[in-house]
């Protein structure tokens, strides 16, 4: 389950306020002494290190999967049929205005109760940069609202509309503000092949991979991702876990 309790209590814990995952970049590979850092060992992307001389596995590489735009009553239940057929937990950044469409409040219930992440992608997916503060604090409230009223549980993340930071959310101190490292640039192309090869080729650990759920060639070449990078050994996480395990 998304572990908000224990996320909230490492931010408190360290003082954290934003979180700005650029490309390649982590802030918190600059942090040294996370509590249980994996940054302490250096793990490579390699099936091989999966595996120790006496037999014993060990976990293997993580990334996380996470999915803008949706929830869509069509295609996201295909790719949620897909993630539970592979034991994938995913991270979704939900548009507040397609919770509300026929159909997609029960999806939002389902990504909980399976135990996938939800973020928070603003109401109407506008660029939070171009808003005064009070009508950027809306965007994300409302959405909290609409997702938490589903799950009951606060949300802690947002991926911001275009990867647009708000230059003025000062006081939106309990939100992890989450980008992506690899950007396959899905919604280009109906190509679920060219999806598939631009992020296999480009992965490495601990990457932050974005998709959209509201396509179907999306979700297939998601799938086929998880297909491909598990038999590399990769372990696909919730994002939350890349930052505080
Ligand atoms: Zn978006």
């Not at 942090?31 to 940054?39: A, D, L, R, W």
């Not at 295609?75 to 979704?92: I, Q």
């Not at 003025?168 to 190509?191: F, G, Q």
């Not at 038999?231 to 939350?240: K, N």
Request: aromatic content about 8%; hydrophobic content about 40%.
């Amino acid at each position: 389950m998304a572990s908000n309790g224990y996320l909230k209590r490492w931010m408190q814990a360290v003082g954290l306020i934003y979180v700005l995952l650029f490309l390649r970049t982590p802030v918190y590979a600059g942090m040294g002494h996370m509590p249980g850092s994996y940054g302490s060992v250096q793990t490579e992307a390699d099936p091989a290190s999966g595996e120790e001389a006496e037999g014993q596995t060990l976990p293997g590489p993580r990334i996380a999967l996470t999915f803008d735009d949706g929830p869509d009553a069509g295609t996201t239940p295909v790719l949620l049929d897909g993630l539970k057929e592979r034991s994938v937990k995913a991270t979704f950044f939900v548009i507040g205005e397609n919770i509300e469409k026929d159909g997609n409040k029960a999806v939002i219930e389902r990504m909980h109760e399976e135990g996938h992440l939800i973020g928070n992608h603003t109401y109407h997916h506008v660029n939070l940069a171009g808003l005064t503060k009070e009508e950027a604090h809306r965007e994300l409230a409302m959405t909290d609202e609409l997702i938490t009223g589903i799950t009951g549980e606060e949300v802690l993340l947002v991926r911001p509309p275009f990867g647009a930071f708000p230059e003025r959310m000062e006081e939106e101190l309990d939100k992890l503000y989450i980008k992506w490292t690899v950007d396959p640039l899905d919604w280009t192309t109906e190509n679920v092949d060219e999806i598939v090869r631009r992020v296999v080729t480009e992965v490495e650990e601990n990457d932050i991979i974005l998709l959209h759920d509201c396509y179907e060639s999306s979700v297939e070449a998601a799938l086929r991702i998880v297909d491909v990078l598990q038999d590399e050994g990769y372990e696909f996480v919730t994002a939350d876990r890349l930052l505080v395990e």
